[in-house]
């Protein structure tokens, strides 16, 4: 199928960008330009891979400026972040520190009569289906690694973001990055799946929507195509009697809000000590109280709409739900006046909430939290654990033991103790449940996208 993707920005409902869909037979030749152009990037040495792929990201840098713009325009991102660089930076120069640790051989033995070794070999050409939400960031946690490992990249960007793609792509070829070893595609689902079902790639990796997620694994069903899969999150904050309020409040507040609530680990539901719970909603309405909601590229902006009307509408019915179900909305949309029925969506914050509601099981991804009062730690393991999701959970507490226990006994990927919405990329970024599988960033994050080849050779006895 072709056609032609449109891009509406969530700034003034307008077409910001449209780009025709590959068709299927191009898209086939460009994967097997990728497959042809690999052998060549993969015999190179180590070191050479690794400053092409570190000048691409510093070629990105050096858009800075155009980059944040576009995001605004694309998903609303408020100019006053500075795009998403500074992580992009953080994650590219870590994953280029580790790599010839992370993809040395295992040596087992060097004698006379053997030598035995499990060495990393790259897959070949790599699929990297991205998001929109943080599209450089979730890109480039597989497409760095993938590429210093030696294997050719295709990417299929959101089609809310289109252009992120294509900024990324022209970095790395001025960068040095061969343009057939990572290659920028238009792809509609259809001609996606078909490529994934044809065995076309080596892995992919998918960052998105539980559905998609779904459908991406049905179609690499029996090819035995290894798949990573970052799928969504409902992410719980959990505040001890003995955390630091203020702290807790600034930090989970933002992690709720920041990006207009559309962060995968984003702070999506609050449970706090009974003892602190008056004093902690107080601070958190007075938090929500001073952003500022409007045009993303007015700098006095804090919060910028949601990506899409569609999304706000997500947030708007569940809360609407929740309170006909008896929750009490804290702020009134009318103190936010850029609240426009559409893509502006006023923050909110729901107390008086329960699990039977969806604005506290299924995931909002917008600026809505819901607070509940708990007796203590066994309550909210509980009902932190009450989800399909399984990103990141975020404990407050002046004690390292506790939160350890606490953690120990959580579903999720990633627990954060005095912190939250945060990816370190020396720690791997996983999930479990409804969140998917696999493994990026960290040493791990390149052996997801290498496999173990093992070497057993036997030395002529003279
Ligand atoms: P989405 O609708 O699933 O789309 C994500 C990407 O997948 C887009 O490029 C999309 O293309 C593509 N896609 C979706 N279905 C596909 C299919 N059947 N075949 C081929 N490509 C397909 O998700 P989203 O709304 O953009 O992103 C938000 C979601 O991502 C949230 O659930 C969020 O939690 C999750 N997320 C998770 C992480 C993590 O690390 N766990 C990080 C960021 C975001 P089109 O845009 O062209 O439809």
């Excluded at 702070?267 to 004093?279: G, K, N, Q, S, T």
């Excluded at 919060?303 to 929740?322: N, S, Y």
């Amino acid at each position: 199928m072709s056609g032609t993707i449109r891009l509406i920005s969530p700034i003034d409902g307008r077409v910001y960008a449209e780009r025709p869909v590959l068709p299927a037979a191009e898209a086939e030749a460009a994967v097997a330009r990728a497959h042809a152009a690999q052998g060549a990037w993969a015999a190179l040495p180590l070191s050479d891979r690794i400053a092409r792929v570190t000048a691409g990201i510093a070629a990105l840098e050096a858009m800075r400026d155009e980059i944040t713009h576009e995001l605004a325009w694309q998903m609303g991102r408020p100019v006053r972040y500075g795009g998403e660089l500074g992580g992009v930076n953080e994650r590219s120069a870590y994953m280029a520190r580790i790599a010839a640790e992370a993809l040395a051989p295992t040596e087992i033995e060097d004698s006379d009569r053997f030598r035995r070794e499990i060495r990393r070999e790259a897959l070949g050409v790599v699929l990297v289906v991205a998001p929109w939400n943080y599209p450089y960031l979730t890109a480039i946690n597989t497409i760095v690694p993938a590429l210093i490992a030696g294997n050719a990249v295709v990417l299929k960007h959101a089609s809310q973001t289109l252009l992120a793609g294509e900024r990324l792509a022209l970095a790395l070829h001025r960068g040095g990055v061969p343009q057939d070893v990572f290659q920028n595609l238009v792809l509609d689902h259809a001609a996606t799946e078909a490529l994934i079902a044809a065995r076309r790639f080596g892995f992919v990796n998918f960052t998105g929507s539980v559905a998609g997620g779904r459908a991406i694994e049905r179609a690499a069903a029996g090819t035995f195509t290894p798949v990573g899969l970052e799928l969504g999150g409902k992410d719980p904050g959990y505040v001890c009697a003995d955390a630091d309020l203020d702290a807790a409040v600034d930090g989970l507040m933002d992690g709720a809000m920041f990006n207009a609530g559309q962060c995968c680990c984003g702070i999506e539901r609050i449970y706090v000590d009974a003892r602190l719970y008056d004093a902690f909603v107080a601070k958190a309405v007075d938090w929500v109280m001073r952003q500022k909601l409007g045009d993303p590229t007015d700098p006095e902006t804090t919060m910028g709409p949601m990506a899409h009307r569609r999304f706000a509408q997500l947030v708007r019915d569940q809360v609407a739900e929740a309170r006909a179900a008896g929750a009490t909305a804290l702020i009134d949309p009318a103190d936010f006046p850029a609240d426009d029925g559409g893509a502006y969506l006023a923050p909110e914050v729901l107390v008086g909430v329960d699990h039977d509601m969806r604005v506290m099981r299924e995931e909002s991804f917008g600026p809505v939290v819901g607070i509940m009062p708990v007796a203590g730690d066994d309550a909210a393991v509980r009902l932190m654990n009450d989800c399909a999701y399984g990103l990141t959970a975020s404990i407050w507490t002046s004690d390292p033991e506790r939160a350890a226990e606490i953690g120990a006994r959580l579903e999720t990927g990633t627990v954060y103790m005095n912190r939250c919405d945060y990816l370190d990329p020396a720690l791997c970024w996983t999930g479990c449940k409804d969140t998917g599988r696999g493994a990026a960033l960290s040493n791990l994050g390149y052996l997801a996208v290498t496999r173990p080849k093992s070497y057993h050779l036997k030395k002529v006895q003279k």
